[in-house]
């Protein structure tokens, strides 16, 4: 017999294990396909992509609605010539962006406001986020500054006032014509011209004129439009009171009627002085005769045109004068006026005016209230004659209420001199 070779020893483990291990099954045909193999490749690279874009998603989104720096709001002027890289930097120093100034810039690609980024002067909020200093960049909603022309300036002024706002830009090629400008508040953004303020003040004037104009008393003694504006600036030089100006338009009105002289003191210093619209000093005796074409103490009617720029309220009043037949008014010692139809009646509140201003001189200097005091509004030269006094410097506008009026016999009039 052949003898078998002998069996080693294996071990238990060994024992468990196949002898030989199964070969690979093989692919399908189908799993081999490089058209399946691309199709597993895009459909990996669509899951990390989409993976990617939610979370650039999530962090853009939580970059964007983030609280800002800003601990108060704050104005920032953003130059016309400021790319979208200019504007993240300025921005960042200014303290309205954080550090971070490429989370600005990817923003302003993902909003797509790129192209819509305007310049300009804007206000961001205290804690704006992302969001909302684009949305303030693409609105053009920029800051928007007020400047207030007084009533009563002369146009040579309102050009001074302009001239000394920073804000505003460029040079005024001439001075308006006297009357042409409407005073009122104007808002308008930083380096916006001179010129187009002027501009937008003679268009202003222009349609309130139109709608006054054609809502006047039928029985107004003006001709033009013109006219109107000329005894409108001489209402708004005499009296600050809007409750006076339609009856200081109707003294001017009546001494029209009956071919009396106007008797202005502002007429006189415009006379004087011109555009400028400041005397400096009281009016002397014997400027009150000096001929001027203005001095309306010594011409008939009105004055070849208006001696400043009358505001709507003044414009409206000499439109529609209050129906009455007065013929004179004098200060009253209270801020206001005292009016009267005859000159026996106007020289007794002249007599009343008289002694209160002497028994406010007899008081000891540190008992007299200096807005009571009449004498010292006569004394001391008015600052800005254009702009409204408070109540007891309109008591005598440019001094008028403290001269003596002239006799009848004295005036080339037929009727003495209208006192304020």
Do not use: C
Not at 59 to 65: I, P, R, T, V
Not at 199 to 207: D, F, G, K, L
Not at 330 to 343: L, P
């Amino acid at each position: 017999m052949t003898e078998r070779p002998p069996i080693s020893p294996r071990s238990p483990r060994a024992a468990l294990e196949p002898e030989q291990l199964p070969p690979p099954p093989k692919r399908s045909r189908g799993a081999r396909n490089p058209l399946v193999v691309a199709g597993n490749a895009i459909f990996t690279i669509i899951l990390l992509l989409m993976l990617g874009a939610g979370g650039t998603y999530y962090y853009g989104k939580q970059a964007l609605e983030a609280p800002g720096p800003l601990t108060a709001d704050k104005i920032v002027n953003i130059p016309r010539t400021a790319g979208t890289g200019d504007i993240a930097d300025i921005l960042q120093r200014e303290g309205v962006i954080d550090v971070n100034r490429w989370a600005f810039l990817g923003s302003v690609v993902a909003m797509k406001a790129r192209s819509e980024l305007k310049a300009g002067e804007y206000q961001f909020q205290k804690r704006a986020n992302l969001r909302d200093v684009i949305d303030t960049l693409v609105s053009g909603k920029v800051v928007q500054h007020t400047l207030t022309i007084p009533e009563g300036l002369t146009s040579e002024q309102i050009v001074g006032r302009l001239m000394e706002s920073d804000v505003l830009s460029g040079q005024v090629k001439e001075i308006p014509r006297e009357g042409t400008l409407l005073p009122e508040t104007y808002k308008f953004e930083r380096g916006t011209s001179r010129e187009q303020v002027l501009q937008r003040m003679h268009q202003a004037q222009r349609r309130a004129l139109t709608e006054i104009w054609e809502r006047r008393s039928p029985d107004v003694p003006v001709r033009s439009v013109e006219q109107l504006v000329t005894l409108a600036s001489i209402v708004e030089k005499e009296t600050g009171r809007a409750d006076e100006r339609s009856r200081v338009a109707a003294v001017f009105a009546n001494r029209l009627r009956q071919k009396m002289k106007l008797q202005s003191d502002p007429t006189i210093i415009y006379g004087l002085v011109g555009g400028k619209g400041t005397l400096g000093r009281q009016i002397k005796r014997s400027e009150i005769q000096q001929p001027t074409p203005y001095n309306t103490y010594v011409i008939e009617g009105l004055p070849p045109g208006p001696i400043a720029n009358p505001g709507r309220a003044s414009l409206e009043a000499t439109a529609n004068p209050a129906r009455t037949r007065e013929l004179y008014f004098v200060a009253d010692g209270t801020g206001g006026h005292t009016f009267t139809e005859t000159y026996d009646a106007h020289q007794r509140n002249v007599g009343k005016l008289r002694a209160l201003e002497k028994q406010q001189q007899q008081q000891p200097v540190d008992t007299v209230e200096p807005a009571d005091d009449a004498s010292a509004a006569d004394a001391a030269p008015q600052a800005d004659p254009g702009a409204k006094p408070a109540p007891a410097a309109a008591k005598k506008r440019n001094g008028g209420a403290a001269r003596t009026p002239p006799t009848a016999q004295n005036s080339t009039s037929s009727s003495p001199t209208v006192q304020r």
